[in-house]
T-cell receptor, first 110, second 111 residues
Framework: EDQVTQSPEALRLQEGESSSLNCSYT??????LFWYRQDPGKGPEFLFT???AGEEKEKERLKATLTKKESFLHITAPKPEDSATYLC???????????FGAGTTVTVRA | NAGVTQTPKFQVLKTGQSMTLQCAQD?????MSWYRQDPGMGLRLIHY???????DQGEVPNGYNVSRSTTEDFPLRLLSAAPSQTSVYFC??????????FGPGTRLLVL
């Protein structure tokens, strides 16, 4: 059975304190891995798609990487506006369905 | 481009009542989905559609009904609401295997 596990559940950071979020997965056939950001009371907002091991994508202070078993979302020198829940999802090769992890809630204090 | 829109934003129901959550997209996406989001459980797929007239069940379909008569609209019907259906509901759409876009959500409370 496909599984997507995100850790930690919650992360409290001081402004400027870099850290990483983990998304480990087991899936029968991976087409792609997606990262979303979700603010309270809002819908998930797309950040990145990664398709193959070794691939990296960057956007401002965020960098996503992918291996055959996990993905990392690195937050470099975070600011309070980076506070959000970050969701990871794997897309199945055959039917394109997405399976989501439970998310990591990041709080950045000024 | 409005993207994916959902109505209502918030709804309170009594047990046994029925209602329809509306979802529309203006991106001409053939693939539309409904998810529910509960604390600590992530997004779970309720029903999905790969085009007008075609729907299928997701992970947690019981108690929900869908239809897709047009490319733009994908309503979700609760036939007889139960407290276990208290949740936040998200509609999403995409083209094929491309990026999936989400609506703003409907927060549902069943008393």
């Amino acid at each position: 059975e496909d599984q997507v596990t995100q850790s930690p559940e919650a992360l409290r950071l001081q402004e400027g304190e870099s850290s990483s979020l983990n998304c480990s997965y087991t899936v029968s056939g991976l087409r792609g891995l997606f990262w979303y950001r979700q603010d309270p009371g809002k819908g998930p907002e797309f950040l990145f798609t990664l398709y193959s091991a070794g691939e990296e994508k960057e956007k401002e202070r965020l960098k996503a990487t992918l291996t055959k078993k996990e993905s990392f979302l690195h937050i470099t020198a975070p600011k309070p506006e980076d506070s959000a829940t970050y969701l990871c999802a794997v897309q199945h090769l055959n039917d394109y369905k997405l399976s989501f992890g439970a998310g990591t809630t990041v709080t950045v204090r000024a | 481009n409005a993207g994916v829109t959902q109505t209502p934003k918030f709804q309170v129901l009594k047990t046994g009542q029925s209602m329809t959550l509306q979802c529309a997209q203006d991106m001409n996406h053939e693939y539309m989905s409904w998810y529910r989001q509960d604390p600590g459980m992530g997004l779970r797929l309720i029903h999905y559609s790969v085009g007008a007239g075609i729907t299928d069940q997701g992970e947690v379909p019981n108690g929900y009904n869908v239809s897709r008569s047009t490319t733009e609209d994908f309503p979700l019907r609760l036939l007889s609401a139960a407290p276990s259906q208290t949740s936040v509901y998200f509609c999403a759409s995409r083209r094929g295997g491309e990026t999936q876009y989400f609506g703003p959500g409907t927060r549902l409370l069943v008393l």
